[in-house]
């Protein structure tokens, strides 16, 4: 598990929203107001911290004009260096100012130093983190001297090979440095989207066993976004309050609504994500209903056969499951069934004298029923459910048929569920059973002690039905008991009052103390 690190509080990791930055740089355009406007306007737009970048054009670099001191491409074409750091910097008189505008507003402010001087200055202001800019990723002593303070360290990658990040991320941890960060960086400015290769963040993540951010230098937000759904846990964005005021950042820096949009965006990125689910989500129980099921479409008299005419898969979702189409075609109607019925096993007669499908002869010795019987003796087993079994039971739970036959007809909340499960766990007075069937799921089987019996019920996986299953469970079950056992049946649910009576229930009478039309059974002891 990557670890998580702390910034005045705030947790960032995996398993938190990304942790938002507002990069102030230069667009201040070497006005204080200006930078302090950026900092409120920041805070506006919901970012969690501002940063600044500490330095002076004689901490960076050196006033000269030789070879490599004069930038010969991209947005500062033909500026030295000298010149381009003395327009930029902010000057180290504003710091304590911003950082006491930050903490009025209540946000974070830090800062990337440049140097020793840098971490200094810093430090008596109360920096809570520090980050290491791209390009000094590999001054080695820089970044011992910001580790050494014990602050979180946010390293940026940018143009860095893979033994220099484990480099760096050495010399900080040898300094003193426990909560470590990397932000994936693309140093050109803008950086096209093309060049992220925003896959690194993953693997990244794997293979440094921190967490792993963005600093991002594209234009407006989509890469942010996309970011933050491959496991992003920091986004940094330069923000600048109008891109046409100019300045050396400003082409590639987000002006506030947009970074109010960013951060918008990326909290609901991160909220999509939620975990690996194959279950339904609330939010959809209600449309299980409109699932296909078979239902009788055309009128259909007693005793009569069903068939393809009379039985179809159609839309709404009250009817049998439509795998038990070929279980159903060729049986005959125990009664008259109306157009628009959707179809149950009570309305089907049990003789199972059905003829064979059309154009198929069945050899002797292999009518359907004897195969049906077979499939009811495979092996079954139980086993304790567990805390992973949690999707699995909703998805029965609330499974129509289900729930047409349960005490209550409403659909179970996810959240409710699973806060019914863990104390069903924990409780000696229950027993819950998954039945398995050559390793498969296939249903569960409960017990609830009361006064003076067990209380038990099941339910029966979807795709599981029809084969006897109820019946070989709960008889399993009764094996681990230790006294009598009770069943609560709603009326007119014939299948489980059959699955009870075989397991050597009988019926004594209805339980309207609960409120509901049912049989009460009991298991003589």
């Not at 911003?98 to 974070?108: D, H, P, V, W």
């Not at 096209?192 to 993953?202: A, H, M, V």
């Not at 942010?224 to 964005?237: D, H, Q, S, Y």
């Not at 229950?430 to 067990?454: F, H, S, T």
Request: hydrophobic share 40%; charged share 25%; proline share 6%.
């Amino acid at each position: 598990m990557t670890a998580e690190i702390r910034i005045a509080g705030r947790r960032i990791g995996p398993r938190h929203r990304p942790y938002v930055v507002a990069e102030l740089s230069a667009n201040h355009l070497g006005g204080l107001d200006r930078a302090l406007a950026i900092v409120e306007a920041a805070a506006h737009a919901g970012v969690d911290a501002v940063k600044l970048q500490t330095y002076t054009a004689d901490t960076i670099t050196i006033d000269h004009a030789g070879p490599g001191f004069v930038l010969e491409s991209g947005p500062w074409h033909g500026r030295r260096l000298y010149e381009l750091y003395q327009e930029a910097h902010t000057p180290w008189e504003w710091h304590e100012l911003l950082f006491a505008r930050g903490r009025a507003l209540g946000l974070t402010v830090f800062s990337t130093p440049f140097d020793a001087t840098s971490v200094a200055l810093l430090e008596r202001l109360g920096c809570p983190a520090y980050k290491i800019a791209s390009f000094e990723l590999v001054d080695l002593g820089l970044i011992a001297a910001a580790a050494a303070t014990g602050k979180p360290l946010l390293l940026s990658t940018g143009m860095a090979e893979q033994n220099e990040i484990a480099e760096a991320i050495d010399a900080a941890r040898r300094a003193g440095a426990r909560e470590i960060a990397l932000l994936h960086c693309v140093s050109s400015y803008p950086s096209r989207p093309e060049d992220s290769n925003l896959c690194t963040i993953p693997d990244m993540t794997q293979r440094f066993g921190v967490p792993v951010g963005l600093s991002d230098h594209t234009l407006g937000t989509a890469v942010a976004v996309a970011a933050t759904a491959l496991g992003a846990c920091v986004i940094e964005k330069h923000v600048t309050l109008r891109r046409a005021d100019g300045g050396p950042d400003a082409s590639f820096s987000l002006e506030p609504e947009e970074f109010a949009r960013l951060v918008g965006e990326t909290s609901t990125a991160y909220e999509a994500l939620g975990s690996v689910h194959y279950a339904p989500e609330t939010s959809e129980l209600a449309m299980r209903d409109l699932r296909r099921s078979l239902y009788v479409v055309d009128d259909v008299t007693a005793g009569e056969r069903f068939t393809p005419r009379n039985v179809r898969s159609i839309r709404p979702g009250h009817g049998l499951h439509p795998r038990h189409l070929p279980e159903i075609l060729g049986r005959r109607a125990r009664t008259a069934i109306a157009r628009g019925t959707p179809l149950a096993w009570s309305l089907v007669d049990e003789a199972c004298d059905r003829a064979p499908a059309a154009g198929r002869a069945l050899p002797a010795g292999a009518l359907p029923v004897q195969r049906r019987a077979a499939m009811k003796e495979r092996t079954l087993g139980l086993r304790p459910a567990t805390l992973d079994d949690a999707d699995r039971l909703l998805a029965w739970r609330n499974d129509p048929e289900t729930r047409r036959a349960s005490r209550s007809s409403a659909p179970v909340a996810r959240n409710e569920h699973v806060a019914w499960l863990t104390a069903a766990l924990a409780s000696s007075d229950r027993r819950l059973r998954i039945a398995e069937e050559a390793g498969q799921p296939v249903g569960v089987v409960r017990a609830d002690r009361r006064e003076d019996a067990w209380e038990v019920s099941w339910t029966v996986a979807p795709e599981a039905r029809g084969r006897g299953v109820a019946r070989r469970m709960l008889s399993l079950l009764l094996g681990e008991l230790d006294g009598p056992a009770t069943a609560v049946i709603r009326q007119p649910n014939i299948a489980s009052a059959r699955v009870a009576a075989a397991a050597g229930f009988v019926r004594v009478g209805r339980a309207e103390q609960l409120g509901f039309d049912r049989w009460l059974c009991e298991k003589r002891s």
